[in-house]
Structures are given as structure tokens and as C-alpha cells.
């Protein structure tokens, strides 16, 4: 009876698990379309280099096989590919994906491959990938400890897993100024942007309700990696994890 009575977060609210991945899902289908123009407004720009810098970390070799889990869009799968990568590109929404594939066409970018997953659960079998990608999407995932687990299984021996998310910035004064941005200006570019400012809330919330930087890498840890570590960019704002199967 007990996981009757589980719940999780969506933001600031406790939901049952089904509900979290049901209402994730629906936020990301409404945001598709103009996500990456979100992406721009939010961070001015910035988002794009951490992404590069992400790209950087996990040194992505010709002919390696990748798993960017979350991947939706393209960003992180596209700087790979272009390295020589191998690269699955996996999403639980459907809605995402068909972005990614469009702009994919559009750029005239091929050798990706494109996969309906789910983070906890994944298809694929174990042993399969050189490296695990996941940017800004593991702080969606309804049971994080159950997708790093699936991570883990995945890759290869001596495979290694890099995560790009969000986490709460230390540096004085600055976490302040960005608190009253990030919740009081961030929604109503939303709406603004893209008419839908209660996704846009609970992407902020969702921020705010993921673990510090050293609880986040211990579960990496728990999960079966080694040589785990993190990284801060900009006072950890945003922070690259990273770990290794042995």
C-alpha cells in the first residue's frame, strides 16, 4: 500500500507519480514549438554556451554511439553529430521530437537517430552506448534515482554519463537578483512569448525544487558511477555532473 501513497514534486506541489509525467508531458507539448526561443529569452543567449561548454566535457569521438536522453529538440545532438558522433536522440515527448526531426531536415542533418523513451524505462539494451547525455531534463523526470539507474545500465563499461541542469547559484547578492527574475519576470515571458505562462512557472519551480549540486551527485553516485563530479557555472546556476561505469 505504500507506494499508493507516494507522491512527487511538479514545482512546488506534491503529486502521485502518474500525474507529475502526465502534467510534464503536457507542459512540454504546449512549449515545443518556441522552446528554443524561450531558451534565448530566459538566459540571453547564454544557454548556448553552456551547451557548447557541455558539448566540450563530454568530447564526443567519430563513430562513438550516444545517448542524448531528453534530447527533444536537437541542440546537444546536433554539436555531436558534428564531431562524428553516433547520436540516439530520445524523448518521451513526441511533441519535442517532431521539433528536433523538423529542424534536423531543415539544417540537412542526417545520421541521427530518433527514439520515443522514457528515462526510467528505456528500450534499449544494456551495454549499448559510449556516453549518456541529458540537458536540462533530468529535473523533469518523475523518478530521478530510477533514470540514472537506467543510465548506468545502458552504457558500455568505461562509458561515462554527463548531465547539463540547472541547481542554485552560491554566489552572494546574485542568487537574490536572480530569485525575483526568475520567478516574477520569467512567467510572464511566457506569456508573452509564448502565450503559456503557467508552463513557464512550473519550469521555475521545478528549478528550485532540485537537489543542491552535492546531493544531486551523490545519488550519481548511488547509482553506480564512480569518479563523479560536478562543475559550477556561474556560482552553479547552471552545473555539468558527470560519472563513469567501471
Not at 537578483?177 to 510572464?188: E, G
Request: glycine fraction near 10%; include cysteine.
Amino acid at each position: 500500500m505504500r507506494g499508493m501513497s507516494e507522491t512527487v514534486s511538479f514545482g512546488y506541489e506534491d503529486v502521485s507519480p502518474e500525474e507529475k509525467t502526465q502534467r510534464v508531458g503536457a507542459v512540454f507539448s504546449n512549449v515545443a514549438r518556441r522552446y528554443d526561443v524561450m531558451n534565448d529569452a530566459m538566459s540571453g543567449g547564454m544557454h548556448r554556451l553552456w551547451k557548447d561548454r557541455f558539448v566540450r566535457r563530454v568530447k564526443p569521438k567519430p563513430g562513438e554511439m550516444i545517448l542524448d536522453m531528453a534530447g527533444g529538440t536537437g541542440d546537444i545532438a546536433f554539436r555531436m553529430q558534428a564531431l562524428g558522433a553516433l547520436v540516439t536522440v530520445s524523448d518521451i515527448n513526441p511533441d519535442m521530437l517532431g521539433v528536433g526531426m523538423e529542424r534536423a531536415a531543415e539544417r540537412e542533418i542526417g545520421g541521427l537517430s530518433w527514439s520515443e523513451q522514457n528515462a526510467e524505462t528505456l528500450t534499449f539494451d544494456s551495454n549499448s552506448f559510449d556516453a549518456y547525455t541529458i540537458a536540462f531534463g533530468i529535473r523533469n523526470v518523475t523518478r530521478i534515482d530510477k533514470a540514472l539507474a537506467e543510465a548506468h545500465r545502458v552504457l558500455k563499461r568505461g562509458g561515462r554519463f554527463y548531465c547539463l541542469e540547472f541547481s542554485t547559484t552560491t554566489w552572494p547578492g546574485f542568487s537574490d537578483v536572480y530569485d525575483f527574475y526568475s520567478h516574477k519576470l520569467v512567467p510572464k515571458l511566457g506569456k508573452m512569448i509564448a502565450d503559456d505562462e503557467d508552463s513557464y512557472r512550473y519550469l521555475i519551480e521545478s528549478i528550485r525544487k532540485f537537489p543542491t549540486m552535492p546531493a544531486f551527485e551523490a545519488m550519481i553516485g548511488e547509482a553506480g558511477f564512480v569518479q563523479t563530479r560536478h562543475e559550477p557555472i556561474l556560482g552553479g546556476l547552471v552545473a555539468i555532473h558527470s560519472g563513469w561505469k567501471i
